[in-house]
């Protein structure tokens, strides 16, 4: 039967249903004979990608900055000039607005999180540590460390429907606008992690201009898949910063992103842009943490790209490679599952994530085989808080890491898994 012509599963008469299980369990079968061995857990860069920057290997050509300084000492805690004009021309903002610090952008957000709890920020009462309780918005589903990092800090977590357009703005105003102790949001504002929804310039401009009972409220933009386009529609991230300004609420987003899927992921430049006022006041708190960051590594970045153009340039290099990647996993799904009504999946047009729902109650049950079958894959519910998906029907694909014939084995073999698990719940058979 081609997928064109598959019949939908709740459509089918008892005897088709079971037909239909018996062909998935000897499907599944044979696939748990391959004796795979396959990942599509993490959304990192494959090895091919990671060469792309391979010349980052070489010393900078000179040991000094644009303005003389030596890159290898002390000093310069905002991160290089040439590289922040860089990032606040891709980030569509002034470079006064833009700090580079170290290899990870989790963790300018993490310090500034657990800033704003020990010490407050502009516009706070008191630090947020002195509030009875403390609440975040989290569009679900997101990105499983945002809400990590909140469950370790003790932060309450509420969820908010992620649309193709960015959060539910209606919900998110709803919560905002009566309880102070709503003191912040994620949002990851292009192709998301996990669904590759692009927020659009009028959920960007609800976001930053409504309500809030919080005087402090802010909203963590990670903006981490700029520049990770997979077509010729190279989206465009609304200007949060700007629209805030202009809305009255300057110091509502932070903006953070990173060169870890540019560059290489544990050893490139974060970036964080932010009100003057609210970027004054980190730096004043980072100034007890550091010294300084690592800018022999800035000015390898910055002699790397050469401009905002050269990092263009080297992103659509990672498009070639991981493109293909993402066709293949569309190819598997619609092959597997087109017409059956069992499962819906995302087709992105940027970042390293397809977002699989499939029918309510087995998405444990589809991970839990698949890994029989060798196939690991991110566990059910990994994009919800506390990894709980109420639904239990969400499932995280990532597929820039394994080379392109593992991701075709591998999905074929999730939608078998997909299939089999969705026959024996239509079917009430037990799970074997
Ligand atoms: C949305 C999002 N933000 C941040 C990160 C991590 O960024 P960094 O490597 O800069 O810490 C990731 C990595 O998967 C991510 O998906």
Same mark, same amino acid.
């Given at each position: 039967?081609?997928?064109?012509?598959?019949?939908?599963?709740?459509?089918?008469?008892?005897?088709?249903?079971?037909?239909?299980?018996?062909?998935?369990? !000897?499907?599944?079968?044979?696939?748990?004979?391959?004796?795979?061995?396959?990942?599509?857990?993490?959304?990192?860069?494959?090895?091919?990608?990671?060469?792309?920057?391979?010349?980052?290997?070489?010393?900078?050509?000179?040991?000094?900055?644009?303005?003389?300084?030596?890159?290898?000492?002390?000093?310069?805690?905002?991160?290089?000039?040439?590289?922040?004009?860089?990032?606040?021309?891709?980030?569509?903002?002034?470079?006064?607005?833009?700090?580079?610090?170290?290899?990870?952008?989790?963790?300018?957000?993490?310090?500034?999180?657990?800033?704003?709890?020990?010490?407050?920020?502009?516009?706070?009462?008191?630090?947020?540590?002195?509030?009875?309780?403390?609440?975040?918005?989290?569009?679900?589903?997101?990105?499983?460390?945002?809400?990590?990092?909140?469950?370790?800090?003790?932060?309450?977590?509420?969820?908010?429907?992620?649309?193709?357009?960015?959060?539910?703005?209606?919900?998110?105003?709803?919560?905002?606008?009566?309880?102070?102790?709503?003191?912040?949001?994620?949002?990851?504002?292009?192709?998301?992690?996990?669904?590759?929804?692009?927020?659009?310039?009028?959920?960007?401009?609800?976001?930053?201009?409504?309500?809030? !009972?919080?005087?402090?409220?802010?909203?963590?933009?990670?903006?981490?898949?700029?520049?990770?386009?997979?077509?010729?529609?190279?989206?465009?991230?609304?200007?949060?910063?700007?629209?805030?300004?202009?809305?009255?609420?300057?110091?509502?987003?932070?903006?953070?992103?990173?060169?870890?899927?540019?560059?290489?992921?544990?050893?490139?430049?974060?970036?964080?842009?932010?009100?003057?006022?609210?970027?004054?006041?980190?730096?004043?708190?980072?100034?007890?943490?550091?010294?300084?960051?690592?800018?022999?590594?800035?000015?390898?970045?910055?002699?790397?790209?050469?401009?905002?153009?050269?990092?263009?340039?080297?992103?659509?290099?990672?498009?070639?490679?991981?493109?293909?990647?993402? !066709?293949?996993?569309?190819?598997?799904?619609?092959?597997?599952?087109?017409?059956?009504?069992? !499962?819906?999946?995302?087709?992105?047009?940027?970042?390293?994530?397809?977002?699989?729902?499939?029918?309510?109650?087995?998405?444990?049950?589809?991970?839990?085989?698949?890994?029989?079958?060798?196939?690991?894959?991110?566990?059910?519910?990994?994009?919800?808080?506390?990894?709980?998906?109420?639904?239990?029907?969400?499932?995280?694909?990532?597929?820039?890491?394994?080379?392109?014939?593992?991701?075709?084995?591998?999905?074929?073999?999730?939608?078998?898994?997909?299939?089999?698990?969705?026959?024996?719940?239509?079917?009430?058979?037990?799970?074997?």
């Amino acid at each position: 039967m081609t997928s064109q012509s598959a019949a939908r599963l709740d459509s089918l008469a008892p005897a088709e249903l079971a037909a239909f299980l018996e062909e998935q369990r !000897a499907a599944y079968a044979d696939l748990q004979a391959r004796g795979l061995k396959l990942d599509l857990t993490r959304g990192k860069p494959s090895s091919e990608q990671l060469d792309l920057s391979n010349d980052l290997l070489n010393p900078p050509s000179t040991t000094k900055d644009r303005a003389g300084v030596d890159v290898r000492n002390y000093g310069g805690l905002e991160g290089l000039t040439e590289l922040r004009e860089i990032f606040a021309e891709l980030l569509g903002t002034q470079v006064e607005q833009v700090l580079c610090g170290g290899n990870s952008s989790l963790t300018l957000m993490h310090q500034v999180l657990t800033t704003m709890i020990l010490q407050g920020g502009p516009g706070s009462p008191r630090p947020w540590k002195d509030e009875p309780v403390l609440k975040f918005i989290c569009p679900v589903p997101g990105y499983d460390r945002h809400f990590s990092m909140l469950a370790d800090l003790g932060i309450e977590m509420l969820t908010v429907p992620m649309r193709h357009d960015g959060p539910d703005v209606e919900a998110v105003a709803e919560l905002v606008q009566n309880d102070p102790r709503v003191k912040g949001m994620w949002i990851v504002p292009t192709y998301a992690n996990p669904t590759g929804a692009v927020v659009s310039q009028e959920v960007a401009a609800a976001l930053m201009s409504m309500p809030t !009972a919080a005087p402090d409220f802010r909203i963590f933009w990670d903006n981490a898949y700029a520049f990770h386009h997979l077509t010729d529609v190279e989206e465009k991230t609304a200007d949060a910063l700007s629209l805030a300004a202009a809305s009255g609420h300057p110091d509502r987003p932070i903006v953070f992103a990173s060169t870890s899927k540019i560059t290489f992921a544990g050893a490139g430049v974060s970036v964080l842009a932010a009100s003057v006022v609210n970027k004054t006041w980190f730096l004043k708190h980072l100034a007890m943490a550091s010294i300084g960051p690592d800018k022999i590594n800035q000015l390898r970045h910055f002699e790397f790209f050469g401009s905002a153009d050269g990092v263009r340039v080297h992103m659509r290099k990672h498009r070639e490679i991981i493109a293909p990647k993402f !066709a293949a996993v569309e190819t598997a799904l619609q092959t597997a599952l087109a017409g059956r009504g069992i !499962a819906e999946w995302t087709q992105p047009t940027g970042g390293y994530f397809v977002n699989l729902d499939v029918v309510n109650g087995t998405a444990t049950r589809v991970v839990d085989l698949a890994k029989a079958a060798g196939i690991a894959l991110t566990p059910a519910g990994a994009s919800y808080p506390y990894g709980r998906d109420p639904r239990d029907r969400n499932i995280r694909l990532a597929p820039t890491f394994p080379e392109l014939a593992e991701v075709e084995t591998a999905m074929a073999g999730v939608g078998t898994c997909v299939a089999l698990a969705a026959a024996e719940k239509l079917s009430g058979a037990s799970a074997g």
